[in-house]
Nanobody
């Protein structure tokens, strides 16, 4: 399971850090993706790892959001800086990870609400 946290209400220009913790340490994390779903809109990819491990960001967040990970804590993060009202959304993490007993599995966090006031 993935447990997401860190959302909340922040003023424009502020920062938040979202966390997504795996309940069991995987043997390997294959991919990390962060999505968001603004009110009334479809879910969109915000940032994610690609082949070779490089992280790509959507144009709307490039230069403001940073993906990181702490393997000791089985946790991935989305640092969000210079937040804008249009960043308001429910944010979801998704991991593709490999466990020796389970193989590779896609896991989704439960979503965490981020609201940016103007």
């Amino acid at each position: 399971q993935l447990q997401a946290s860190g959302g909340g209400l922040v003023e424009a220009g502020g920062s938040l850090r979202l966390s997504c913790a795996a309940s069991r340490r995987p043997f390997r994390i294959n991919a990390i993706n962060w999505y968001r779903q603004p009110p009334g809109k479809v879910r969109e990819l915000v940032a994610g790892t690609r082949n070779g491990g490089a992280i790509e960001y959507s144009n709307s967040v490039k230069g403001r959001f940073i993906v990181s990970r702490d393997d000791n804590l089985n946790t991935v993060y989305l640092q969000m800086n210079s937040l804008k009202p249009e960043d308001t959304a429910v944010y979801y993490c998704k991991l593709n990870a490999y466990w020796l007993d389970l193989g590779s599995i896609d896991l989704w966090g439960q979503g965490t609400q981020v609201t940016v006031s103007s």
